[in-house]
Every structure is written in structure tokens, then in C-alpha cells.
């Protein structure tokens, strides 16, 4: 049972904005905080954001506020991530997630969907 699915991935020119969709199962969506992380050839998994189970509210890295918004449609049960302004170094393979606290440990993650910046 897939309960987590990336798509929107590609390859795109710096300066570019892309959105990235995760479908989330309805059991996970309303029970789990949501988020998504990143992770670079060669570099450790990192943290990008996540919205509150309880009221959607959404947080972020500080390195990255401004240039990437989450946002989520409990309608369709679908978790967005918006990118704007995209730097070379944003290239990474990027994951949604599901977790009750440890972002570092989800307890659900999807297979990752990869985003490739040019410059």
C-alpha cells in the first residue's frame, strides 16, 4: 500500500519555479504532521518544512523561508511544495513525509521525486 506519492519533479533553469505534489492516503493526511525533506548527492537528508496536523500552520528551515511555501488541500488530500526562485544548488531528490514528531525518522516517506536545477 503506497501511502505517500511524489510528482513534479524535473529539470528546470535557475531563477525557475516548480511545484511538487505529494498524494497522501486520507488515514495519514488527517493523523500525521506532513512535510518535506531533501536530499543532495553526497550530502545528508535536510529538512525543508512541514504543516500541522492540528491547523495546516506551516514552518520551515530558516534557509529557506521566502523562496519555498507548503501548503496542503484536505479535500483531495494532497500536500503541495512550492518553489520559487530555484538555485543550482536546490538540485536533490526530494521526499514527502508523514510523522507523529521525528522528522528524522518519519514514519512514512515516499520514494522521492528529483529536482534538477541548471544554471
Known amino acids: 500500500q503506497v501511502h505517500l506519492g511524489e510528482s513534479g519533479g524535473g529539470l528546470v533553469q535557475a531563477g525557475d519555479s516548480l511545484r511538487l505534489s505529494c498524494a497522501v492516503s486520507?488515514?495519514?493526511?488527517?493523523?500525521?504532521?506532513l512535510g518535506w525533506l531533501r536530499q543532495a548527492p553526497g550530502k545528508e537528508r535536510e529538512f525543508i518544512g512541514r504543516i500541522s496536523k492540528w491547523d495546516g500552520t506551516a514552518t520551515y528551515t530558516d534557509s529557506l523561508k521566502g523562496r519555498f511555501t507548503i501548503y496542503g488541500d484536505s479535500v483531495e488530500s494532497i500536500m503541495y511544495l512550492q518553489m520559487d526562485n530555484l538555485k543550482p544548488e536546490d538540485t536533490a531528490l526530494y521526499y514527502c513525509?508523514?510523522?507523529?514528531?521525528?522528522?528524522?525518522?518519519?514514519?512514512?516517506r515516499g520514494q522521492g521525486t528529483q529536482v534538477t536545477v541548471s544554471s
Open positions: 513525509a508523514a510523522t507523529t514528531i521525528d522528522w528524522a525518522n518519519p514514519d512514512y
Open positions: 486520507e488515514d495519514i493526511f488527517k493523523k500525521y504532521h
